[in-house]
DNA sequence: AAATTTCTTGTCAACTTGTTCAATTACCGT
DNA sequence: ACGGTAATTGAACAAGTTGACAAGAAATTT
């Protein structure tokens, strides 16, 4: 009876979760679907029809759900952006805190590519690093703005916490070490089999571990020592 | 009556010379066109018709001469690797006479970034650049073999080169190094605005001279200075 | 001069593309 | 339980895509 008491408010209130539930189920599973197809494929490369088939739903719906291709494409970084700009803030604030000039730098360099690198090894949601490496190289005039709206601010406040650390460089240096990084940074998520295939199985992008050990010792002497020599001769003077 | 004379075997001549010279004209025609559409929207984001339409063109001459997309895809590394992969050669020949390390290693690094970049400030050659830089980051199934085809025999000179120059280096070094020389020239290579919006019109790809001045210091700090804590401790001892 | 090769052109049918529509179903609050 | 809202569905749409063809033009060979 009680039971039966609760049915009225009760059983709306799973009723509600029940679809509510169903629909953004629908909604992440499309969004799962389209990410891996576009990861593979491109924008262009990858129809919405095919997006629907894996993903199993009527083409109809993505665009009740997302109104349109685009907005599917924008809602997969919508969901996604968060998670990494979180991680890199949380990274620099550790940066911070650290005293010796030379570790600080490392530290700011971990907080940018590790959480990228972490990602592209996690199975879940490798495509979306992918992804995010096309969308880098490949902004083209429909979704332009992606990339600004999304990582402009992050890469701003990696920027300023670079200049904390290093106060003789030139704005010029530090706007060239972060694109170095990034530059690094994309194209080892955005290798498909290039990088194993040179080494000859020596070096893979999948062993998170390794692969961050490499780039951000490398990447940190680029910042610490990697002036060019106009600049290296001010600094002597 | 000479000329007459001449007229079988010299107009015979002349007219093949102009048939050959109209074919290769069209023929070229269309790779510049088809250049700058697949730089600025990628291979699946824009048709034949579109291409034909740029080099003004029927549609079935590109079928004709290039049997294909896919074909006239591949025509444009046919013509344009040959000209990048030389001055890389050029480039390492100069870099083995050097006797001083550090500087030999900063002219390996010139060799490989110095060529791209300028390709990508001049005007006719930049969107091969882009072009280019697609291709690397996003290897799809059907031109798969472009890139390994065309430059990975570049990448294994280079790498001999870099390992003859630092002896000590494992191979994981070697090739995490190539990999970041190589990222961050297609990331640079690849951008459309963003280096110049980030900082402020500061930093801009297109100056040639600036760009390569930052990026050759800080990758070659990087390969002689960013040894991983567990090399540069074995190295110690 | 006729035959042949090379090059060029307009057009075609089969097929995808992204999006929209009207109809159908499931679920909510009252 | 019943109207109303949100979610889902299959079908249809207009626009654009591709590769291919046969026929024409130009030039070379025989």
Not at 205 to 227: C, I
Request: aromatic letters at 6%; a positive charge.
């Amino acid at each position: 009876m009680a039971k039966a008491n609760k049915t009225k408010s009760d059983q709306n209130v799973v009723a509600v979760e029940a679809t509510q539930r169903n629909a953004t189920l629908t909604r992440s599973r499309i969004l799962q679907a389209a990410e891996a197809e576009f990861a593979d494929h491109g924008f262009d490369g990858v129809s919405v029809r095919r997006i629907a088939q894996t993903a199993d739903v009527p083409v109809a719906l993505i665009n009740y759900h997302f109104g349109g291709k685009e907005g599917l494409y924008r809602a997969i970084f919508e969901m996604r952006a968060p998670m990494i700009t979180d991680q890199r803030i949380a990274g620099l604030r550790f940066a911070e805190m650290e005293p010796d000039p030379a570790r600080k730098v490392e530290l700011i360099v971990k907080a940018v590519l590790v959480p990228n690198l972490h990602m592209r090894s996690t199975e879940k949601s490798s495509s979306y690093a992918r992804i995010l490496a096309r969308e880098v190289s490949d902004p083209k005039s429909h979704r332009r703005g992606v990339i600004q709206e999304f990582f402009d601010p992050i890469a701003h406040k990696v920027m300023e916490a670079m200049q904390k650390a290093m106060p003789d460089r030139s704005i010029e240096e530090i706007n060239w070490g972060y694109q170095a990084m990034l530059g690094v940074m994309v194209y080892t998520m955005a290798d498909t089999g290039r990088i194993s295939r040179l080494s000859g199985g020596r070096c893979d992008p999948e062993d998170e571990m390794a692969t961050a050990t490499y780039l951000v010792a490398m990447m940190t002497a680029a910042l610490l020592h990697g002036r060019p020599h106009s600049a290296a001769a001010q600094h002597k003077a």
